[in-house]
């Protein structure tokens, strides 16, 4: 085998939702404040009691499902997520224990906002080394559970879901090479930290690391992928906020793409926010089989990856 595909998809996001008038009834805001300053309208949160296993399992059991494939054929389980609360056993574990997935290999990816996209790679690369066929990738985070009600610059943004893909070996690659990367001496402009454990970050600095890097490294990832930026046809990015997804798509140069806004319904959910976007986009038929997918994910560390897929 020379490469692995995207075969399926799937995505869960909990039933409760947040709006922006919820919001202004608990901090000093305002639906007319958080349109305009992160194009977020509303969000969903985790009931009490359920887990980031619990929402990951959800989205990789439909995944599956969609797949053809067994539980016994998968033989790698990755899960991306920075809101687990147990070191061991690792959420890996739980959602292999719950789908019935006998001896995989189970690890958990811990690099923030573009675990997912990190994960992705990293299975691709474990198929192509042979060393697995079939792979579940799954991103999936709480945010809300690290959320400070009170700070109304951050509470504001976050959200909770899970998305997940299947990867399988094939002969001709459909994920393209890796671009990743980090910017290590600006690790402490997002945090996930303390006693109880919150959420922060320095939003200037993240924003324009974002809107003036990132767009080059975007595409470096089409031009590894074999792909012009033109060609797109959609580009999922971290699902950060609409002030730094809509600047880097149009400064990469995707004029012609679908650009995932799921921001706009569903809050920043980290790890979760690229595959719960790809499921959704690819749930609505917007992107044709075989077409170029640019997924991009970015964030804390603050750290990057990005590859060109073929839409399943």
């Not at 399992?57 to 920075?82: N, Y």
């Not at 990816?109 to 990190?118: D, L």
């Not at 998305?163 to 070996?169: L, N």
């Not at 959704?280 to 992107?287: A, S, Y």
Request: net charge negative.
């Amino acid at each position: 085998m020379n490469g692995s595909r995207l075969v399926a998809t799937g995505h869960y996001q909990p039933a409760k939702v947040l709006t922006n008038d919820d919001l202004a009834a608990m901090v000093d805001t305002s639906d007319e404040w958080i349109s305009k300053r992160v194009g977020i309208r509303t969000r969903h949160v985790a009931e009490d009691g359920e887990s980031v296993a619990d929402l990951a399992t959800h989205a990789a059991g439909k995944a599956l499902a969609g797949s053809g494939l067994e539980a016994s054929d998968i033989d790698l389980v990755m899960i991306a997520t920075c809101t687990q609360t147990e070191r061991a056993p690792n959420v890996a574990s739980h959602v292999a224990a719950r789908l019935g997935v006998p001896s995989a290999a189970l690890m958990d990816v811990g690099v923030s906002c573009s675990g997912f996209t990190h994960a992705l790679a990293q299975a691709d690369h474990a198929i192509r080394a042979g060393a697995a066929t079939n792979a579940l990738v799954v991103g999936a985070d709480m945010m809300t559970a690290v959320t400070d009600w009170t700070d109304r610059t951050t509470c504001v943004l976050t959200g909770d879901g899970a998305g997940a893909v299947v990867v399988s070996a094939c002969e001709e690659a459909e994920i393209g090479p890796v671009v990743w990367g980090s910017m290590p001496e600006l690790n402490l402009a997002v945090r996930i930290e303390g006693t109880p454990t919150r959420f922060s970050q320095d939003g200037q600095n993240v924003y324009r690391w974002a809107t003036t890097r990132l767009p080059e490294i975007a595409r470096r990832a089409c031009e590894r992928g074999g792909v012009r930026p033109e060609d797109l046809a959609a580009v999922v990015l971290h699902q950060a906020n609409l002030r730094i997804i809509e600047p880097i798509a149009q400064r990469m140069g995707a004029v012609n793409a679908i650009v995932a806004r799921d921001v706009v319904e569903s809050g920043n959910t980290s790890a979760a926010s690229v595959p719960l976007a790809l499921a959704k986009l690819l749930e609505r038929g917007q992107v044709a089989q075989g077409a170029p997918m640019l997924l991009f994910g970015f964030g804390g560390n603050l750290s990057y990856a990005g590859m060109v897929v073929r839409c399943p």
